[in-house]
């Protein structure tokens, strides 16, 4: 997403449409951006709260958990369920109590006046509040074969599927804290965890590699590179092709699942002078989901979800921060007479 003078560019941000035309002369009383686990929790609370969210659906329709199969740690789901499935029934919980999906193409967002402003082709909405779920999307290697695999043994959170791997032999890639702390964490289910990095050099800080390295099930693989993840007519990840950048030696790992640990990317660019972000480009946000600009509390624009949690990132943190958001708009349009 690239930010244009006096305007930030969205891009198309793919929305649902239940049938409701919007007026130029509407002003919502809040709209949210992205339909993860985080905004459609917060289009639950505030259809329920009967403020007729707008729900913008981004780059990535459903979030993350759109691309995950079973989903087994979210409370009420004592089989688990499909994750897919669990978003779309958070679909269909909103929408019942009031809530708006739409299909739309947002060209640019002012935060300078009030009501916020929200060009969307050539309609233009209006709403007192502001609803940031646009999370945040996981780094892939962005091979045809992984991209194939996800969900199928490729995977970027061991938290959600390590479990899935007990007994078996896994690869973890990447060279940072993140990729430490997966390997480290897998080491409870895997029999071996190999830990690929593409140089010689690792970004993680000296105590999680020293962990790492210091690990009897952690096997360190360096100057490597992923070529391709077998597997793809089995539907199911059976090695690793790699290569070593040194003496361009082709070898196959075979290991039962392939975890990302390159990090994630925050869907902030747009929002880059208008909110507070980190260094890594997450929304920066106080009490949990009030935005700031230079320090000081943005008042009607909150954020929620991946895109301002970078530590935890697990659907019942992103919905827990949802609900925080929604509670906090009922209460800001409370206190400013809706």
């Known amino acids: 997403m690239g930010v244009g003078s006096g305007a930030n560019r969205f891009g198309l941000w793919r929305i649902y449409t239940e049938g409701v035309n919007m007026s130029e002369n509407t002003t919502r009383d809040t709209v949210i951006l992205g339909s993860g686990c985080s905004g459609l929790t917060a289009a639950i609370y505030a259809a329920r709260s009967n403020l007729k969210p707008l729900v913008l659906e981004g780059h990535e329709p459903g979030g993350q958990l759109s691309i995950t199969t079973l989903v087994e740690n979210f409370p009420g789901w004592p089989e688990g369920i499909q994750g897919p499935e669990l978003i779309e029934n958070m679909k269909k919980q909103a929408t ?7 299909m739309a193409h947002l060209n640019s967002i002012d935060l300078t006046k009030h009501p916020f402003e929200l060009n969307i082709g050539k309609e233009t909405i209006h709403t007192r509040t502001l609803i940031i779920a646009s999370g945040a ?3 892939w290697l962005n091979l045809p074969s992984e991209q194939a695999l996800i969900g199928h043994g490729v995977s970027s959170c061991a938290t959600c599927d390590g479990f ?10 990447g060279g940072g804290d993140s990729a ?7 080491t409870r289910f895997a029999t071996k965890v190999t830990l690929i990095n593409r140089t010689e050099r690792f ?4 105590i999680m590699l020293e962990r790492a390295m210091a690990h009897p099930q952690i096997q360190f693989m360096t100057n490597t590179t992923v070529e391709e993840v077998l597997g793809v007519e089995e539907k199911d990840v059976r090695g690793l092709k790699l290569k070593n950048r ?9 290991v039962s699942a392939m975890f990302l ?23 920066l946000t106080k009490n949990n989901v009030l935005t700031t600009l230079n320090g000081e ?23 827990g921060s949802g609900c925080m958001a929604a509670l906090e708009v009922e209460k800001y349009l409370e206190e400013h007479g809706r």
């Open 96 to 102: 019942r109590f009031g809530a708006e999906l739409r």
């Open 137 to 139: 999307s996981a780094r």
């Open 164 to 173: 899935f791997f007990s007994g078996k032999e896994i690869a973890v890639i």
């Open 180 to 186: 430490m702390e997966e390997a480290l964490f897998l």
């Open 203 to 206: 970004r993680a800080s000296p």
């Open 246 to 254: 040194l003496s361009e030696e082709e070898s196959v790992l075979p």
């Open 261 to 283: 640990g390159i990090g994630h990317i925050p869907n902030a660019k747009a929002f880059k002078g208008l909110l507070d972000l980190d260094d890594d480009g997450y929304i």
């Open 297 to 319: 509390i943005i008042p009607g624009v909150f954020a929620c979800g991946d895109i301002q949690d970078r530590r935890y990132r697990q659907a019942i943190t992103a919905a």
